[in-house]
């Protein structure tokens, strides 16, 4: 699971900034998954993309949050107007085909909100 | 819709003891089950997974899970705990087919292994 790369990882941000998650799948994989760890809890679903194409947000919040994954680059995970509440662990993960049998985690960011 | 239930959020075993983390999971479809270990400040490892073979799974580190769908578990043992077994383990599962893409995860339970 070392070849999915996050960064940074470790974030800070005041109240109302943006923050940016990316990531760096598995070279060779299409398939990016993002998950939420909030303290205490496990990981939730939020959003499955392939290249240039959203599958499945509906873990997604409705308001201030957005992903994308484009043909060249690192998927990205964007949150704005960043609140308190967002203050958690994001993980992606990769696979090559679709499906998280075979799917590898990256690090993690672990964003604060201050 | 799934859920999946950790009993106990924090174990303690003594090294070379049984170690023996609990799963109990809800799927209104046939599953895919996942044990994930994280290290602290780490990502996921996959530990082992079920995905309609064979009921006694076995995985890395001499870990193994069984599924049983009759009491719809699948819990995790090693006969024998080691300090670096210290960790914390996620149950997840999946719907197997189109839906498979996406885990639902417990909220995991934290081992503490004793020298």
């Known amino acids: 699971n070392a070849g999915v790369m996050q960064n940074p990882r470790h974030l800070v941000r005041r109240r109302g900034q943006e923050a940016r998650l990316r990531c760096s799948p598995v070279k060779g994989h299409s398939h990016v998954y993002w998950y939420r760890q909030l303290p205490e809890e496990g990981l939730k679903f939020m959003v499955y993309l392939q290249k240039e194409n959203i599958i499945d947000e509906s873990g997604m919040p409705k308001e201030r949050f957005s992903a994308e994954f484009p043909k060249e680059g690192p998927s990205i995970l964007r949150i704005q107007q960043v609140v308190r509440g967002d203050s958690a662990a994001y993980f992606c993960a990769s696979s090559l085909q679709e499906g998280n049998t075979e799917a590898f985690f990256g690090q993690g960011t672990r964003l604060t909100v201050v | 819709a799934q859920s999946v239930t950790q009993l106990g959020s924090h174990v303690s075993v003594s090294e070379g003891a049984l170690v023996l983390l609990r799963c109990n999971y809800s799927s209104s479809v046939p599953p895919y089950l996942f044990w994930y270990v994280q290290y602290p400040n780490q990502g996921l490892q996959l530990l082992l997974k079920y995905t309609s073979a064979a009921t006694l799974v076995k995985g890395i580190n001499g870990f193994e899970a069984e599924f049983k769908k009759s009491e719809t578990s699948f819990h995790l043992t090693k006969p024998s705990a080691h300090m670096s077994d210290a960790a914390e383990y996620f149950c997840?599962?999946?719907?197997?087919?189109?839906?498979?893409?996406?885990?639902?995860f417990g909220k995991g339970t934290k081992l503490s292994v004793i020298p």
């Open positions: 997840a599962v999946s719907e197997s087919g189109a839906g498979s893409y996406q885990l639902t």
